[in-house]
């Protein structure tokens, strides 16, 4: 049988991609991440399905839960919050199946970042203005970064950036930032978008932490900094859809 990782969204039921829902009502073991998605994204899963919160769970505990199902003849799915493809310990996870001879496949989700950007109506790459978006996270009491990957070496580029598992930080990134960005650059913490409790805090470098602060949120957010993100913002035009574009050349 096979572990199905399975991107579970930014956390509503309704987020997940039709093949996630088909797999969950097919899957007799379903490992979940707890403190970061909504119980109704459960209700997908069949009644006699076996549920494990994997929150208080070490990745060598969460393996052998899923080598244990496979070899009682179980289909399982790993829930994974947002996309696996960030953050997910989807590497770790994976080595420890290919040890243990389970396989393994793949179903991507909509990342945080994604659900964020569209609960603040706006697009993070904008002509002239950004057209690289950063994925990154920051330092603390977590994984170590590599030493190539600097806040500040993607300060330099001003590209909209995305800090993840960063929230209880924020002070002291914007104050890393604002000599690149400036002190007036758009700033906006999201915190569990798309959730019933989902919270959204906006302001600028100068003031966000304070906002942030007062807000009291201190989990599960993701921080989004740059120029795109101003309100009424003036923009170039898209070559792709500029009327003045020579289209001469294109079928249909």
């Given at each position: 049988m096979t572990v199905h990782f399975?991107?579970?969204?930014p956390g509503a039921a309704d987020l997940l991609t039709v093949r996630a829902v088909e797999l969950l009502r097919r899957c007799q073991v379903c490992l979940y991440?707890?403190?970061?998605l909504?119980?109704?994204v459960l209700a997908h899963c069949a009644p006699a399905t076996e549920l494990i919160?994997?929150?208080r769970l070490d990745l060598d505990e969460i393996t052998a839960h899923m080598v244990r199902a496979t070899a009682s003849g179980h289909a399982v799915g790993r829930l994974c919050s947002?996309?696996?493809s960030l953050y997910s310990a989807l590497t770790?996870?994976?080595r420890r199946l290919d040890a243990a001879g389970v396989p393994w496949d793949i179903t991507p989700g909509v990342p945080a970042y994604a659900a964020a950007a569209a609960l603040l109506g706006t697009e993070l790459t904008v002509p002239e203005v950004a057209q690289s978006v950063v994925l990154t996270r920051t330092r603390a009491r977590s994984t170590a970064m590599p030493e190539t990957e600097a806040l500040a070496g993607f300060a330099r580029t001003r590209a909209t950036l995305v800090l993840h598992l960063a929230i209880t930080r924020l002070r002291q990134l914007a104050l890393e930032?604002?000599?690149d960005y400036g002190p007036d650059c758009p700033a906006a913490v999201v915190y569990r978008a798309s959730q019933p409790d989902q919270i959204v805090v906006r302001g600028t470098l100068a003031d966000i932490a304070d906002r942030v602060e007062a807000a009291g949120l201190s989990r599960a957010a993701v921080i989004l900094v740059g120029r795109a993100l101003e309100t009424g913002i003036d923009c170039g035009q898209s070559h792709l859809y500029d009327p003045?574009?020579?289209r001469s050349h294109l079928g249909g």
């Open positions: 399975i991107g579970a969204g991440p707890g403190s970061y909504d119980p109704e919160d994997t929150q947002g996309d696996p770790e996870q994976t930032l604002v000599a003045l574009r020579d």
